[in-house]
């Protein structure tokens, strides 16, 4: 019979790793770790999206002219791309710091 959760370390073993200043790991949870999975695509397709768009609108400005027929699409597209950088960021510090 297999048991859910792992065996716990020897309370001595734990008081001298807490001293030291060793935290044990808790494991993410399967619905956390499939949530966390699920963000980290969202937040990278956010990012790459927003610096295609980006790439795409630069080439409409530089075949008009330079002319800038949308500042609103430029914004959007910026915007998509620092909320995909920031959540990202965001992201790896708290799974860092966890």
Do not use: H
């Not at 695509?41 to 949308?70: A, H, K, P, R």
């Amino acid at each position: 019979m297999k048991k859910s959760q792992p065996e716990r370390k020897p309370l001595r073993q734990r008081v001298a790793d807490r001293k030291r200043g060793i935290k044990e790991v808790v494991p993410l949870s399967e619905r956390m770790e499939k949530f966390y999975k699920y963000l980290n695509l969202f937040f990278t397709t956010c990012q790459y999206l927003g610096l295609v768009m980006l790439l795409f609108s630069l080439g409409t400005i530089v075949t008009n002219e330079f002319m800038i027929d949308s500042w609103d699409l430029i914004v959007v597209y910026c915007a998509m791309f620092i909320i995909g950088r920031a959540g990202l960021t965001i992201m790896s510090t708290i799974l860092k710091f966890k």
